[in-house]
C-alpha cells in the first residue's frame, strides 16, 4: 500500500492506479477529508484572507460545498448516466474526489505578487481535470467523456443551488 505522499503525488498527476487504490481503501476517508480542509485552507490563505475567522468559515463551505457536489456525481453517475460497470457508492467517491483536490493545494501561491493569480488559477483548474479522473475511476467509466458529462451536469446543478442559496440568504 502506498504512503499518503505518494498517492496524493499520484492524484496530483492524475494517475489513475492512484485514484482506484484510494478508491478501494475504506480507511483513506480520513485522508481524503483532510486533503479537502488543506486544499480550502491554501485557497483562503492565496485569496489573502487573514482572519481566522474567514478562513473557518471558508473551510465550512468549501467541505459542504464538496459532500454535495459528491451526492449529486454519486445521484447523476448512478442512477441518470450510469456506465455499463459503473458500481460506486459515496466512500469511494469521497475518497476519490477528496484526494482530487490536491492540485489545490499550490492555490497558497496565490499570495505571491505579480504571477499568484495565474498560478492560483491553474491550481483551480487543475482540481478540475482531477476531479474528472477521480469521478471516472470511481464510477468504472470506460472513457473520459461520460466522468466529464456527469462533472459538468453535476457542477451546473451545484452552481445553481450555491447561488440559489447566497441570493436567498443575502
Given at each position: 500500500?502506498?504512503?499518503?505522499?505518494?498517492?496524493?503525488?499520484?492524484?496530483?498527476?492524475?494517475?489513475?492506479?492512484?485514484?482506484?487504490?484510494?478508491?478501494?481503501?475504506?480507511?483513506?476517508?480520513?485522508?481524503?477529508?483532510?486533503?479537502?480542509?488543506?486544499?480550502?485552507?491554501?485557497?483562503?490563505?492565496?485569496?489573502?484572507?487573514?482572519?481566522?475567522?474567514?478562513?473557518?468559515?471558508?473551510?465550512?463551505?468549501?467541505?459542504?460545498?464538496?459532500?454535495?457536489?459528491?451526492?449529486?456525481?454519486?445521484?447523476?453517475?448512478?442512477?441518470?448516466?450510469?456506465?455499463?460497470?459503473?458500481?460506486?457508492?459515496?466512500?469511494?467517491?469521497?475518497?476519490?474526489?477528496?484526494?482530487?483536490?490536491?492540485?489545490?493545494?499550490?492555490?497558497?501561491?496565490?499570495?505571491?505578487?505579480?504571477?499568484?493569480?495565474?498560478?492560483?488559477?491553474?491550481?483551480?483548474?487543475?482540481?478540475?481535470?482531477?476531479?474528472v479522473v477521480a469521478v471516472r475511476?470511481?464510477?468504472?467509466?470506460?472513457?473520459?467523456?461520460?466522468?466529464?458529462?456527469?462533472?459538468?451536469?453535476?457542477?451546473?446543478?451545484?452552481?445553481?443551488?450555491?447561488?440559489?442559496?447566497?441570493?436567498?440568504?443575502?
Amino acid at each position: 500500500m502506498s504512503t499518503l505522499a505518494n498517492r496524493v503525488l499520484g492524484s496530483v498527476w492524475l494517475n489513475a492506479n492512484s485514484y482506484e487504490e484510494v478508491e478501494a481503501d475504506t480507511h483513506a476517508n480520513r485522508q481524503a477529508v483532510g486533503i479537502v480542509i488543506l486544499s480550502s485552507v491554501a485557497a483562503a490563505v492565496g485569496t489573502r484572507t487573514t482572519s481566522v475567522g474567514s478562513i473557518a468559515s471558508l473551510v465550512v463551505v468549501a467541505l459542504a460545498s464538496w459532500i454535495i457536489w459528491v451526492l449529486l456525481t454519486l445521484f447523476i453517475g448512478t442512477q441518470l448516466l450510469p456506465g455499463n460497470a459503473t458500481r460506486a457508492d459515496f466512500g469511494q467517491l469521497l475518497r476519490t474526489t477528496g484526494f482530487s483536490a490536491a492540485p489545490g493545494i499550490l492555490r497558497v501561491l496565490g499570495i505571491l505578487p505579480v504571477v499568484g493569480w495565474a498560478i492560483f488559477l491553474a491550481a483551480t483548474i487543475w482540481m478540475l481535470f482531477s476531479f474528472v479522473v477521480a469521478v471516472r475511476q470511481a464510477l468504472d467509466y470506460s472513457s473520459t467523456g461520460g466522468a466529464l458529462g456527469v462533472c459538468i451536469l453535476g457542477w451546473l446543478i451545484h452552481a445553481v443551488l450555491f447561488f440559489g442559496f447566497v441570493i436567498v440568504a443575502v
